[in-house]
T-cell receptor, first 119, second 112 residues
Framework: DGGITQSPKYLFRKEGQNVTLSCEQN?????MYWYRQDPGQGLRLIYY???????QKGDIAEGYSVSREKKESFPLTVTSAQKNPTAFYLC??????????????????FGPGTRLTVL | AQSVTQLDSQVPVFEEAPVELRCNYS??????LFWYVQYPNQGLQLLLK??????LVKGINGFEAEFNKSQTSFHLRKPSVHISDTAEYFC??????????FGQGTELSVKP
């Protein structure tokens, strides 16, 4: 089955620790995204990547880092610099992010999410 | 700048009643619009999308939406809801750079 997997489903972190959230897709999509979801605030974009070895900051990148060494994988690290990391994190992918003729392919497919709680 | 406004944060409705979830957008370029549904503690699932063509778009689970360019709206409708439709619904517009801009979500609560 093709899809997006995120692990772990639940993650607990002590203050001051870095943690890495996994996101893997086997849809052969070029673009991948990380969102943060807080109650009543919708989804806010943290980072996105339109191609391997390249990524851009989203609206709330401070305190987060990413890498895109493989097409299938886009891990997100929540660093100790993130002041309020408790949230639900969603990973998504799409066929192509931007470029002529690719507008129709901006449908994003989402993973099941990781709920991060800081103790 | 593009933005999306979902006019209702919560919509309570009785089972088998019709429902409309409202979404307005602002965009100065060609518009591509999406509605997603999120069940508790899960990811988002695409309900329907408008890319071009007919302004009435049909999606999964009996939902449909109408693109209205003059009113810059993309309201989601269902003629008869079920308990299982209880979820959060998100409207989104494609940004010029390829990203999606999401509204803040509408919680649909279907009561027996």
């Amino acid at each position: 089955d093709g899809g997006i997997t995120q692990s772990p489903k639940y993650l607990f972190r002590k203050e001051g620790q870095n943690v890495t959230l996994s996101c893997e897709q086997n849809l052969n999509h070029d673009a991948m995204y990380w969102y943060r979801q807080d109650p009543g605030q919708g989804l806010r974009l943290i980072y996105y990547s339109q191609i391997v070895n390249d990524f851009q900051k989203g609206d709330i990148a401070e305190g987060y880092s990413v890498s895109r060494e493989k097409k299938e994988s886009f891990p997100l690290t929540v660093t100790s610099a993130q002041k309020n990391p408790t949230a639900f994190y969603l990973c998504a992918s799409s066929i192509g992010g931007a470029g002529p003729g690719r507008e129709a392919y901006n449908e994003q497919f989402f993973g099941p999410g990781t709920r991060l709680t800081v103790l | 700048a593009q933005s999306v406004t979902q006019l209702d944060s919560q919509v309570p409705v009785f089972e088998e009643a019709p429902v409309e979830l409202r979404c307005n957008y602002s965009s100065s370029v060609s518009v591509y619009l999406f509605w997603y549904v999120q069940y508790p503690n899960q990811g988002l699932q695409l309900l329907l999308k408008y890319l071009s063509g007919s302004t009435l778009v049909k999606g999964i689970n009996g939902f449909e939406a109408e693109f209205n360019k003059s009113q810059t709206s993309f309201h989601l409708r269902k003629p008869s809801v079920h308990i299982s439709d209880t979820a959060e619904y998100f409207c989104a517009v494609k940004h010029q750079g390829g990203k999606l801009i999401f509204g803040q979500g509408t919680e649909l609560s279907v009561k027996p």
